[in-house]
């Protein structure tokens, strides 16, 4: 989770939203044509697909469902420097400075070095390289109410806890954006790409991703090799957990995140609710 960089795909979503919204740019209930699944930009000549075909979606089913042609609309409307800026003060591009773990910054390109499909490509989590702790530190942000905190080992390696105060490195976002983001978050899993996850007996939020790997060779995204990932949030009232799993390279007909990290996650967070039950 911190060695290994990645384009995290649509797990990256939510924070351009939260840059429209923080701005004042979008609200969840704006409306985006999503094309019925296939959108191409004339100017730019490219094309956007969707994995299911929607007709109008709202900015929160446009995160719900992972639309990425609402998305690509949406970063239209929020703009380049609205999006690098929050993805910048998350951490994105910049190591955590977590010890004793070899460590990668992943990658933001400067704003100065966006080109005319980056706005598109970053908003969709394309073209930007993260580690699953600097998703984790931008989503526990979410959850605490808008402070990036600087990760620490809680635990040694012969299972001694490790008593360190916590150290604040920013305020990212005001509370009142943060819970209008995971009012969206929250409807991935009762009705969007998550919603395997309603079924369970606690409240959850978050978000899937499932990116293709750039081919270097090919030059190209690779239609077989993908990471599938989800980011989970648990409970939704005083949350206590962020939890992220990752797939690299599932077979083809899991390569869904639906499919495989929310099954994960499911029962990762069950046999923690069943522990601090005492039933375990």
């Known amino acids: ?4 960089n990645y384009e995290p795909g649509s797990t990256l979503k939510p924070f351009s939203i939260l840059a429209g919204l923080k701005e004042n740019k979008i609200t969840l209930s704006d409306k985006y044509y999503c094309e019925k699944g296939e959108y191409f930009i004339a100017d ?24 990425n042609i609402g998305m690509a609309k949406i970063s239209l409307k929020v703009g380049k420097e609205s999006i690098y800026k929050t993805l ?12 004793y773990y070899r460590e990668e910054k992943g990658y933001l390109k400067s ?16 073209e930007v390289n993260a580690t ?18 600087k990760p ?32 969206a978050l929250k409807m991935t899993v009762t009705d969007g790409t998550a919603s395997s996850m309603s079924s369970n007996d606690f409240c959850s939020y978050g978000k899937t991703g499932t990116s293709q790997v750039f081919d270097s060779n090919e030059n190209k995204y690779s239609d077989s090799i993908f990471v599938a990932s989800y980011a989970g949030v648990f409970p939704c009232d005083s949350p206590k957990l ?13 390569r869904w995140a639906t499919q495989t990290a929310v099954p994960v996650v499911e029962k990762v967070l069950n046999k923690i609710l069943i522990k601090d039950k005492g039933l375990a």
Request: charged letters at 25%; proline letters at 3%.
């Open 1 to 4: 989770s911190t060695s290994y």
């Open 44 to 67: 730019i000549k490219r094309k956007i697909i969707d994995h299911d075909p929607n007709d109008t979606l709202t900015v929160k089913e446009i995160l719900a469902y992972s639309s």
């Open 88 to 99: 910048n003060v998350l951490g994105f591009g910049e190591k955590t400075g977590i010890p």
């Open 111 to 126: 704003i100065e070095d966006w080109n005319e499909h980056s706005r598109i490509s970053i908003s969709i989590g394309q």
């Open 132 to 149: 699953n702790l600097q998703l984790a530190m931008a989503y526990s942000a979410i959850a605490n109410g808008g402070y990036l905190l």
């Open 152 to 183: 620490k080992i809680i635990k040694n390696v012969s299972g001694r806890r490790l008593e360190e105060p916590i150290s604040i490195v920013r305020k990212v976002a005001s509370r009142e954006h943060l819970d209008l983001l995971i009012e």
């Open 242 to 254: 962020v939890c992220i799993i990752s797939f690299l390279e599932p077979e083809m007909k899991y």
